[in-house]
C-alpha cells in the first residue's frame, strides 16, 4: 500500500510540473516594469506540491518546471533565467510549506506566504546584485545598471508574491477539499 502511495505522488507532483510549465508559458510583462520581467503563475502549482506533500514534492515541481522550459523552448539568458526562476521558486515556497505543515491552518499558510514573499524579494534581489545579473551582462555582452535591481526586480519580486499569495489563499480552501475526495490524500 505504502508503494501505491509513493507512485501516486509521484504521478500528481508529475502533473503539477507540467501544469507548472504550461503557467510559465502564459507570461505578461507589466508595463511599470522592464519588457524582460515577465509575470506568470507557475508556483502555483509548486506550492500545492509542498503544501499537501512536503517541501521537497514543490521544489521537485519547480526544478522539473524549468528543466521542461529549457529542454522544450530553450534558453535566452544562458540558463541564468531557468536557474533565477528555480531559486525564486524554492525560496517562495519553503516558508508557505514549513508554516502550513506546521500550523496546519489558513493562518500559518498565510504567515508563510508572507514570510516567503519577503524572502524570495530579499534573496532575488541580492543575488541579481552579485551573480545573476552580472553573470548575463558578461555572458551576452549587454551591461545592466545595478539601479535595476532597486527600481525593477525588487519590486516585481514583490507583487508577485503577493499575487501569488492572492490567488494561493482564495483557491487553496477549494483545492484541499478536491485534493482530499478525488486523489486519496490524507496528510493534508
Do not use: C
Not at 77 to 102: D, M, Q, W
Not at 174 to 182: E, G
Request: cysteine-free; overall charge positive.
Amino acid at each position: 500500500m505504502q508503494q501505491r502511495n509513493k507512485v501516486n505522488i509521484m504521478v500528481i507532483v508529475a502533473m503539477l510540473s507540467s501544469i507548472s510549465y504550461l503557467l510559465m508559458l502564459i507570461e505578461f510583462p507589466i508595463p511599470i516594469f522592464p519588457d524582460w520581467l515577465k509575470l506568470d503563475f507557475s508556483e502555483l502549482p509548486a506550492l500545492i506540491g509542498a503544501i499537501v506533500f512536503g517541501p521537497f514534492a514543490g521544489i521537485a515541481v519547480v526544478l522539473i518546471k524549468n528543466i521542461l522550459h529549457i529542454a522544450i523552448k530553450g534558453t535566452t539568458t544562458v540558463g541564468l533565467g531557468e536557474l533565477a526562476n528555480f531559486i525564486a521558486g524554492v525560496v517562495y515556497i519553503l516558508p508557505a510549506s514549513y508554516f502550513f505543515r506546521k500550523y496546519r491552518t489558513i493562518k500559518g499558510l498565510t504567515i508563510g506566504l508572507i514570510v516567503g514573499t519577503i524572502a524570495m524579494t530579499v534573496v532575488l534581489s541580492i543575488l541579481n546584485y552579485f551573480v545573476l545579473l552580472p553573470a548575463y551582462a558578461h555572458f551576452m555582452h549587454y551591461p545592466l545598471p545595478n539601479k535595476v535591481i532597486v527600481v525593477s526586480i525588487m519590486p516585481f519580486n514583490l507583487l508577485k508574491g503577493i499575487l501569488i499569495m492572492v490567488i494561493t489563499l482564495v483557491l487553496y480552501p477549494k483545492l484541499k477539499v478536491w485534493l482530499t475526495q478525488r486523489m486519496n490524500v490524507h496528510n493534508v
